[in-house]
């Protein structure tokens, strides 16, 4: 049931925020801005990460050795999913991918 007093908190929220204070709505967006820059660190770690992963497996193989390596890739999803839980080993997977390629 709609009152005129949920009508009236409702418009009392900041649009972009949610947040029902305008101090609120301040500390919500100081925070989404770090968030964005954090973001964006992530994002240019993993294009790095991308192309270092790809000049391995391209100066592995033009050494004659095998495309990928088992081994390394359990590693690397152990490592992010002792670090992150259940997530992190398809966050290692995505990573391992976008290095490599789909197998």
Known sequence: MVTDKSVAATAAL???TGAGRPLAADEIRAMRERIDEIDQAIIDLWQERSR??????KTRMASGGTRLVLAREREIVDR????LGPDGTQVALLLLRSGRGPL
């Open 52 to 57: 270092l992963s790809q000049e391995v497996g």
């Open 14 to 16: 900041d649009a972009s």
């Open 80 to 83: 992010f999913r002792a670090a």
